[in-house]
């Protein structure tokens, strides 16, 4: 979501700075790789003392198991660029850099590791040359440092637009999920979710969580953890999608709150939930056991993992079945009869209640998946979702808040426009693009691209 | 569990400069929201407007600190302005997606490496209040027997209980002209006053300005009290503590948001320090199996969630708030 696509694989072949909680061993040893990363390419073990070090590792990518670097030089600088320290990697391509200071004076602050391009060995390429680390907890910090290929050229911006389009499509699909899930709520109970976004980070949770439990599931000897934990992500998400409104919403709705109230209910909610994922999840960002280094394909100038094609596959498949059930079937057409008019839906005898609760489980079971394969894709944490929100919103108001193909539309719109926009503003400035155009839309045309023109003020 | 410590501290808070900022912003949404019905939820986006052309101005270009909180309120309208064209005639949540779109916008914008030469970036700017500093009367720390404030601290609340004064009375008074009682009306319904031939949107366009007004006020509070400012000073966070701040005083009361953020950061601090002194120590008051010192700190914004919905569900009008006069609708 926040990188164009080549630098998200690279960050996926990162092992995100996994901060070892509370300086145990055992937490620390809870590994990301554990197929690629061997015993001789691994990460110095943290030291239980009053100075926080930066631990690292230097390997190199292209061998199975990975190859240690030796003798490349590190600097580490405090976030004004004042190097505090510098370091060359052991034979097993561990570094070691101690920070100046207690633990408690270097907490909070951020620093940069540097990998000097000079001293890296003859054809090889870093995939990053530097890494932002922030000191969060009182324990050393790791950080690992991926060698590879140059990788293909693609240096052309014919090519680079490609490359962005495809993890714009990658994005737009999972964007696509949450908004639908969002669109339907608010077509149905009229409630703009503010708190949707952590339904999106509930599923990355369940995703992450049912990963960690120990052992492993096989199928055919291929390790499918993963896979089933985001299906599992998928079920539990519908289920907390049901709590969600058979807990909260549906007694409101009895009460005769009105749907201004109930979106400041839902501000609360998200606040709840938030505060609840970082309190059992910590804050740091995660990923899974699996495919969180995945060698890309290269296709003529593009690289491509096969994870982005089995997320957009399964994206594409997911929204399908989702409209052609809403399009054809007869709960479908109940529940756009919901959305359309409740009260003479309910007089035609349609079990409203019934279509709302099915419409929650429905809509939650979409934003887990998205946030499951967003956490697959690009790692997670507890703040995901909240991050997505506002994208899903403008993704909802471009199409049209409430319908159901307006949703898709407007998250395909927001998220190729969100990558194709770094060919020519910087990166940081993606979102606000979005964003942008969403205000820019309302003033033109207020009920979205494939909104009905009725009187909605 | 030192009782007499979490008392001291909290009062502390609750008395202090963050009341004080709190209690603006949440007269601004008060006007907006309490007054209007409108669901403005990108109050910290004015305060950051405001906020970061004080300080901007003064330490980018060297100008007085007046005349930087003079940009910063030509700007709040320009902001009111253009957040209400395009959303006052749609309904309600489009204001709340716009408004929330639009604070998250300037925030980025804010903190772009582009543009650090003139905000700073994520750093945010410091060195810039010392014309305010040299204005402070006090020299000593400030010792009320329980509570205590450096005599910065104290010189910033002295302005800005003075500023929430102002405030108070300036919107007692405006919400008791006609003018206030068209506002009034709008939030109950708005049809019934087009028919009388009010026009809606000029009076909700200016109810938008003038509560993005005190949310400026807020912003130039933020900027004097920490002597510095900061993107992540105004998170979106910041609008919803402000609203839980209003919803707890009582929205459309005009002392509402002064009582609600007194309790509010009482109530907030009170838990922080409490879940810290809990968990703290070779012997925790809650075992360390349960809470570490790292969850304690979140304890606080759990409650505060939970605070916020059932507040929202059992007792909407707040403590002083009339339940009648709060029929906010679904429009």
Redesign the interface.
Known sequence: MHVPLRRVTVLIALVLAFLTV?GTPAQASTPTTTDEAGAQCALPEPTDDDTISILGRICDRREQPQAPVEGVQVTVED?SGNPVGEATSAADGTFVVDLPGTAVENLGKTFVVTVDEESLPEDTKPEVLERKVPIN?DSDTSVTFPIGDAGPGGTGTAAQALQLTVGGLVFSVLLAMAALGLSMIFGTT?L?NFAHGELVTFGALVAFAFDQLPGKISIGGLNVTVIVGVVVAFVVSAAFGWLNDAA?WRP?RR?G?????M???S??????????Y??FG?AQSRNYSQYSAVQPWEIGPLLVTPKEVAVVIVGVIVLVATTSLLQYTRLGKATRAVADNPALSSATGINVERVISLVWIGGAALAGLAGALLGMTQGFDYQIG?KLL?LI??AV?LGG?GTIWGAIVGAFIIGLFTELSTLLV?A??K??GA??V??VV??IR?QGLLGKAQR?? | MDLGNIIELSLQQALGPTAVIYALAAIGLNVHFGYT?L?NFGQAGFMMVAGYSLASLATVWGQSLWLGAFIGIVLTIVLALLLG???L??????L???T???A??IR??VS???FSDTFGGQ?GLTDFIAPFRALNPFSEPINLGVVRWSAYDFWVMTVGWLLVAICCVVVWLLMRSPWGRVLKSIREDEDAVRSLGKNVYAYKMQSLVIGGLFGALAGFMTALRSASIGPSFFA??VT?FA??VL?IGGAARVLGPVVGSIIFWFLITALGIFFSQATRGADPLIPAWIM?S??AS??R??F??????????YR?QGIFGDRRELA????
């Open positions: 509370g976030e907890l009229g703009t909260l409101l009460r709150t009105g749907v201004i109230a979106m400041i209910v501000i609360g909610l998200s606040i709840f939930l938030r505060n609840v970082q309190y910590g909240f506002l919103f403008a108001v808040l910087p940081e400035f979102f606000v964003l942008l969403l205000i309302l003033l207020p909605i003020g | 019905g669901l064209v395009p959303t005639r749609l309904r309600a949540d489009y709340a997606i716009v929330i779109a639009a998250e916008v980025q914008s772009a490496a582009a750093d979106t966070d919803f609203y839980t919803l570490t790292q969850q979140l304890m914004f759990i505060l969630g939970l605070g916020l919905m059932l507040l929202m569900i909407p906010i609708d679904a429009r």
